[in-house]
C-alpha cells in the first residue's frame, strides 16, 4: 500500500448519525482518531459528517475507500431501525450480509440469550469477506472490510475497537510538533512567519489565533517527522516573538 | 429559493483548518452551528472537515453551493500563511480579490493604524461581488458570497457573525424534538421502536445507545415539525418502555 518509505500514509474518518448533524451531541470521535494516528504516522486528510441515510454512506465510503489508505467510520452499528451502517457498507461493497456465529455468541454472552423480540442478531451480520472488529464492552463487534474500519459510535466503545484496529495499522514516521504561545496579534506576526515557513519546508508551521480576557493571541504550531527541523524552527518562531516584543511562552508536549 | 412550502431549507457545513483535522483542537462550531440552524427550521445535511489546502477549499465549496441552500465555512480568515480561505473562495467563484475600505477601517479601529510590518490588510480582502459580515470582537469581518457565508474559525468569533447571518436565513418550520431515556438495551426496543417509526412516518424516531456505569441505556429522540404529532410517538415511546419493563425519563427540552 505504502511503497515509497517517504509518503506518509493518508486516512479519511466519516462520522454517521444524525444526532450529531442535528446539533444534539457533540462529537468526541474524530479528535481521538486524528490524534491517535498522528502518533502513527498516519494524516487524516478529509473527514466528513453524514446522516443515517444509505446513499450517503455507500458514496462516502466508496470514495474514501478509492482515496485514503484507511478509512474510518463510527456510528449505526446498533440494531434498531436507524442504524443502518453494515448494510450499507455491504451494498458499497456487493457483499451480502452473513451472520457470523462467533459474533453472535460473543453477544449473548454479554447481553443473555437472544429471543424472538429481540433484534440483536442483526448487530452479528457483517458484509462477506469482513473481518471483526472485537469489542469487550458490548460484546457487539466493528468489522474491517477492504481498507475500511466500521466502528461504533458510542466514545468508549469506539475507542476500545479503534485501539485494536491501531494495533495493525502501517505506521508512518511519528508526527510530532511543538507548540509556541504568544500574546501578538496574528498581523504583527505574519510577515516573519511566513519567512520561517519557507526556510523549513519540511515542517508545516499553523498559526491559530485564540481571543481570551479581550485580548488576540496566537499559538504557533510546528509540525512534522524531523525533530531536529521542528525544535530550530520553533527556536526562530520563540526569537521572533522576542524581537516582536512579545512573550514566547512553551507549550506542554 | 424554496419555492415549495413543505421543503426544509437545507445547509451543508465547512469546517476548515489543519488543527482540528490533526486532533490537536476540538471543533467547536458545527454544534453551534447544526443546533441554531435546526431552530430556524435549517437541516444540515453533511458536514466536511478539511485541510488549508486550495484545492480541497475549491472543490467542496463548489460542490456544496451547488448542493444545498446555504452553505457556512468556518477557519482561515487571518492574516498568516495558512489562512487560504478567502483567497481559494474567489478562486471558487471566479471572482478577484478586492479590498474593501469599510473593512481596512474597521480593522484599524480595533488593531490600531495598520503600518508596512504588518500583513493585517489581507483581512480586509474579499472576492468582488461579496456582502461583509460584520464583527464587532476583532473588527475583521467575514463575507458572504452567493449562498456561501464565511466566517472565522475561533468559536466566539464565529457565533458573533454566525448569529448576524442567521438574522438574514429564510426560516422553514422549526425542527423540535422531545426525547426519552431508559435504561433498556437497544436489542430490546428495536422491534417495538420500529413499528412507532412506521405508524409516525412525519417525525424521525433516533436511538442513541449510551454506556454508564457499567450499564447500557438509550435516548429515543423523536425530531420533526409538527409537535402534537412528535408528543403522541413519545407518549407511544413512554408506553412501550413501560411495556418493556424499563423506566422512561423524559428529558428536559
Redesign the interface.
Known amino acids: 500500500m505504502n511503497s515509497s518509505p517517504h509518503r506518509i500514509p493518508t486516512a479519511g474518518v466519516i462520522i454517521i448519525?444524525?444526532?450529531?448533524?442535528?446539533?444534539?451531541?457533540?462529537?468526541q470521535n474524530?479528535?481521538?482518531?486524528?490524534?491517535?494516528?498522528?502518533e502513527y504516522g498516519v494524516q487524516?486528510?478529509?473527514?466528513?459528517?453524514?446522516?443515517?441515510v444509505e446513499a450517503?454512506i455507500i458514496k462516502t465510503v466508496k470514495e474514501y475507500a478509492d482515496c485514503y489508505d484507511y478509512v474510518f467510520t463510527t456510528g449505526g452499528l446498533?440494531?434498531?431501525?436507524?442504524?443502518i451502517t453494515a448494510a450499507s457498507i455491504a451494498k458499497a461493497f456487493n457483499a451480502p450480509l452473513e451472520t457470523n456465529e462467533t459474533a453472535l455468541r460473543s453477544i449473548e454472552i454479554r447481553?443473555g440469550k437472544?429471543d424472538e423480540?429481540?433484534?440483536?442478531t442483526?448487530?452479528a451480520e457483517f458484509p462477506k469477506g469482513s473481518t471483526l472488529i472485537p469489542e469487550p464492552?458490548?460484546g457487539a463487534p466493528g468489522f474491517k472490510i477492504g481498507n475500511v474500519h466500521v466502528m461504533a459510535?458510542?466514545p468508549?466503545?469506539m475507542r476500545s475497537m479503534f485501539d485494536h484496529v491501531l494495533l495493525s495499522i502501517q505506521r508512518g514516521s511519528p508526527?510530532s510538533?511543538q507548540t509556541i504561545c504568544c500574546f501578538l496579534?496574528?498581523?504583527?506576526?505574519?510577515?516573519k512567519?511566513?519567512t520561517i515557513?519557507m526556510k523549513y519546508p519540511e515542517v508545516?508551521?499553523?498559526?491559530?489565533?485564540?481571543?481570551t480576557q479581550g485580548t488576540?493571541g496566537?499559538s504557533i504550531?510546528v509540525?512534522g517527522t524531523d525533530n531536529s527541523i521542528i525544535t530550530r524552527a520553533i527556536e526562530d518562531v520563540s526569537e521572533m516573538v522576542k524581537e516582536l516584543g512579545g512573550n514566547p511562552i512553551m507549550e506542554a508536549a
Open positions: 448519525g444524525n444526532e450529531i448533524l442535528s446539533g444534539r451531541i457533540q462529537d474524530l479528535g481521538y482518531i486524528s490524534a491517535k494516528l498522528g487524516v486528510v478529509e473527514a466528513k459528517f453524514i446522516a443515517d450517503s446498533g440494531p434498531t431501525h436507524d442504524d447481553c437472544i423480540n429481540s433484534n440483536s442483526i448487530m464492552i458490548s459510535g458510542i468508549q466503545i508526527i510538533s496579534n496574528e498581523g504583527i506576526i505574519a510577515k512567519l511566513s515557513q508545516d508551521i499553523g498559526s491559530y489565533p485564540f481571543w488576540f496566537a504550531v509540525r
